[in-house]
């Protein structure tokens, strides 16, 4: 199987986008989870049901609301663009808000269960020998929690590759800006005879989000044996 020159600058944005997309989400994703596991506060359940409501949503709504918010004539847009000439919507960095919010509930998720797994009764020895909540957390917390940062990193990347209706309704379908693999598939599914095209392109989304999930699978499996090897 070839790719054309076309196919592979598809294919380049597609990673592109996904791997901005779960940098930028990375660090919301780990203090929301943390704050979901660790703290109890009114609001709570309000605030993990807003993390999680992208998950049941449609897409295009999410979209509609990034629309509203970060277009030119929102509230935050207008400011980024007025303030510093940002703006998002029709480029492949609206591409990437896009994918990173549709990312956000499968990364907390993923992040939630690691650092709920942390024991607590070892922060609460590592205080009592001194450690300020800064340092037990860097040196206990943070660590033991990292595989699952690397698993809810590869579920975001995977989630992102595989974006559409968001990205649609905020950044558009632009060639060489915002056509990403799901919207090139849905492009070339309008024109007659681009079939071979299109089984092309769905192999490279298929083998890379597979290659994600597989790789998100075996970090949660030795997590969970290191932490059996601990216990």
Same mark, same amino acid.
């Given at each position: 199987?070839?790719?054309?020159?076309?196919?592979?600058?598809?294919?380049?944005?597609?990673?592109?986008?996904?791997?901005?997309?779960?940098?930028?989400?990375?660090?919301?994703?780990?203090?929301?989870?943390?704050?979901?596991?660790?703290?109890?506060?009114?609001?709570?359940?309000?605030?993990?049901?807003?993390?999680?409501?992208?998950?049941?949503?449609?897409?295009?709504?999410?979209?509609?609301?990034?629309?509203?918010?970060?277009?030119?004539?929102?509230?935050?847009?207008?400011?980024?663009?007025?303030?510093?000439?940002?703006?998002?919507?029709?480029?492949?960095?609206?591409?990437?808000?896009?994918?990173?919010?549709?990312?956000?509930?499968? &990364?907390?998720?993923? &992040?939630?269960?690691?650092?709920?797994?942390?024991?607590?009764?070892?922060?609460?020895?590592?205080?009592?020998?001194?450690?300020?909540?800064?340092?037990?957390?860097?040196?206990?917390?943070?660590?033991?929690?990292?595989?699952?940062?690397?698993?809810?990193? &590869?579920?975001?990347?995977?989630?992102?590759?595989?974006?559409?209706?968001?990205?649609?309704?905020?950044?558009?379908?632009?060639?060489?800006?915002?056509?990403?693999?799901?919207?090139?598939?849905?492009?070339?599914?309008?024109?007659?005879?681009?079939?071979?095209?299109?089984?092309?392109?769905?192999?490279?989304?298929?083998?890379?989000?597979?290659?994600?999930?597989?790789?998100?699978?075996?970090?949660?499996?030795?997590?969970?044996?290191?932490?059996?090897?601990?216990?």
């Amino acid at each position: 199987m070839s790719l054309t020159a076309a196919e592979w600058t598809i294919v380049a944005l597609s990673l592109k986008v996904s791997v901005v997309a779960v940098l930028v989400t990375l660090p919301v994703s780990y203090g929301l989870a943390w704050l979901i596991a660790r703290r109890r506060f009114p609001g709570r359940m309000l605030l993990d049901a807003l993390v999680h409501l992208p998950l049941v949503l449609p897409p295009v709504v999410t979209g509609w609301l990034l629309l509203i918010l970060l277009g030119r004539g929102g509230a935050i847009g207008g400011w980024l663009y007025d303030t510093f000439g940002i703006t998002l919507v029709f480029n492949w960095t609206g591409a990437a808000v896009a994918a990173g919010v549709m990312a956000l509930p499968l &990364m907390v998720r993923a &992040m939630r269960l690691s650092i709920e797994a942390v024991d607590r009764r070892l922060v609460g020895a590592a205080r009592t020998l001194g450690a300020t909540p800064l340092r037990a957390f860097l040196t206990i917390t943070l660590p033991l929690s990292l595989p699952g940062i690397a698993a809810g990193a &590869m579920l975001g990347f995977a989630r992102s590759l595989g974006e559409f209706g968001a990205t649609i309704t905020f950044a558009a379908n632009i060639e060489g800006e915002t056509r990403t693999l799901p919207l090139a598939i849905y492009s070339q599914l309008q024109v007659p005879g681009s079939e071979d095209a299109v089984a092309r392109l769905a192999v490279i989304a298929i083998v890379l989000s597979l290659g994600a999930l597989l790789a998100s699978e075996w970090l949660v499996r030795r997590s969970q044996g290191a932490r059996a090897h601990v216990l």
